[in-house]
């Protein structure tokens, strides 16, 4: 069964970037896009962006000037880095594998979730 | 730009009774809409693809229906684990990107 495994650095200060990476494990990495999905306290579920395998991304347009997704096939991972971080950006960031069925898409496997302080 | 509401916001409902959540779409999505349930704590799971197809291991109780930009997802029985937030969500295919609508937390009456 496939586990989404993330981890990254907790508590930053306004203008650090945002470093995240999550590990694939137990199931074939590619055919797959993984996205990026936060939650701010108390709120609801945004969309952050999403990268295959083979590095094509596609962003939430609200965030795209300082996001950036990666990939590294070898380990079976995908980061994400979000600069100048602010206030607003506290959050929890979970990692998603998105899969589409004829053309619907949903995500099937969460990660657990980081828990991002900016202060 | 396609924004997604959903109705109510919060949803009293007694064990056994039937759970009614709304999601309405600024535009016709055709069925590209999944629901997902997020416990306290918990990472969200997918409920409902493609509009009403339940996904892997989901209760027969929830139920996906629905087309064009009107929603709806029902359980039919509610039980106490079923407390919850629940997000509709919709993919748009060009250019790719996801919106979820703002959730129906359930509470157990």
């Known amino acids: 069964q496939v586990q989404l495994q993330q981890w990254g650095a907790g508590l930053l200060k306004p203008s650090e970037t945002l470093s995240l990476t999550c590990g694939v494990s137990n199931e074939s990495f590619i055919g797959y896009y993984y996205s990026w999905v936060r939650q701010s306290p108390g709120k609801g579920l945004e969309w952050i962006g999403e990268i295959n395998h083979s590095g094509n991304t596609n962003h939430n347009p609200s965030l795209k000037s300082r996001v950036s997704l990666s990939v590294d096939r070898s380990k079976n991972q995908v980061s994400l880095r979000l600069r100048f971080v602010t206030a607003a950006d506290t959050a929890v960031y979970y990692c998603?594998?998105?899969?589409?069925?004829?053309?619907?898409?949903?995500?099937?496997?969460w990660g657990k979730g980081t828990t991002v302080t900016v202060s | 730009e396609i924004v997604m509401t959903q109705s109510p916001a919060t949803l009293s409902v007694s064990p056994g009774e039937r759970a009614t959540l709304s999601c309405r779409a600024s535009?016709?999505?055709?069925?590209?809409l999944a629901w997902y349930q997020q416990k306290p704590g918990q990472a969200p799971r997918v409920l409902i693809y493609?509009?009403?197809t339940r996904a892997t291991g989901i209760p027969a109780r929830f139920s996906g229906s629905g087309s064009g930009t009107e929603f709806t997802l029902t359980i039919s029985s509610l039980q106490s684990e079923d407390l919850a937030v629940y997000y509709c969500q919709y993919y748009n295919n060009w250019p790719p990107r996801v919106t979820f609508g703002p959730g129906t937390k359930v509470d157990i009456k």
């Open positions: 493609g509009t009403s």
């Open positions: 535009q016709n999505i055709d069925n590209n």
């Open positions: 998603a594998r998105g899969r589409i069925f004829i053309s619907y898409f949903y995500m099937d496997v």
